[in-house]
């Protein structure tokens, strides 16, 4: 990932990253307030949906208004602990300003003397697979997205699960076709016995759970998605368009420990 600054010209902060071992290093330049608390917020998600193996925050250069500010980091923790499971992981920090950091406010994200702690402290991210599939937008495209899924599965030894995932995968296509209009990029996911369906499409608008007509399961929309798995949710991406997921668990979690991934 070059470096590339995010900014809301609406509010006086800036967001530049860089990436480092595998790793996005944030660096937030301005002041954290109440009128920049969503900037950050958002610039964070969106970072964690390229999914990384861990977001540092370097925070040398970042003015805290307040401590309830800091909660933006445990809130961006809250929003992305399901998927994409990236850790976030705080650096640094103005001299002045260690009391603030040292409370619990920031007790989900780990906080580090400086970025290369931080980036040492990351570690091994636990091993995935992945398989992508690009779309075009059309009809036939859910159909497409249907057998792809099956074949992953079977491949990744998971046709106890296949169903649910092709399900989901069929409607989440379907989704694009029906309300964005866009292509779309289909990814299969791998970790910790936990399988996510990921469609990433070009509209930014959220998606949300509808009730269709008619009585075939495969024509209800993300109403079949949010009953089928176990979480699932839209996130907006870097390019403007959003990423909406489903998680299905392929084991109970009492067992993830015999199963290879």
Known sequence: ??????????????????????????????????????????????????EPDALVVDLDELDIAQESVLTVFSSVWMRVSEW??????????????????????????????????????????PPRRRAVLELDAGATDSRVARAFTDQVCREWHLSDYRMEAMAVANELVDNVTDHAGTGCRLRLELRDRMLTVAVRDGSP???????????????????????????????????GGKVVWAVVRCSPPTDRRHDAP
Do not use: F
């Open 205 to 239: 608008r959220k998606a949300a759970v509808r009730e269709r007509l008619g009585g075939d399961w495969m024509g209800n929309g993300l109403r079949i998605v949010a009953g089928i798995a176990y979480t699932w949710g839209c996130t907006p991406d870097l390019d």
């Open 84 to 125: 994409p499971g990236v850790p976030i992981l705080l650096a640094g920090g103005r001299p002045h300003q260690q009391p603030l950091l040292a409370g619990a406010i920031v007790r989900y994200t780990p906080r580090y003397p400086t970025v290369a702690a931080a980036l040492a402290a990351v570690g091994s991210p």
């Open 1 to 50: 990932m070059a470096d590339r600054p995010q900014h809301d010209s609406r509010s006086p902060i800036e967001v530049l990253t860089s990436s480092q071992i595998g790793s996005c290093v944030v660096r937030p330049l301005g002041v954290l307030d109440s009128t920049t608390y969503r900037t950050l917020r958002d610039a964070l998600v969106k970072l964690a949906v390229e």
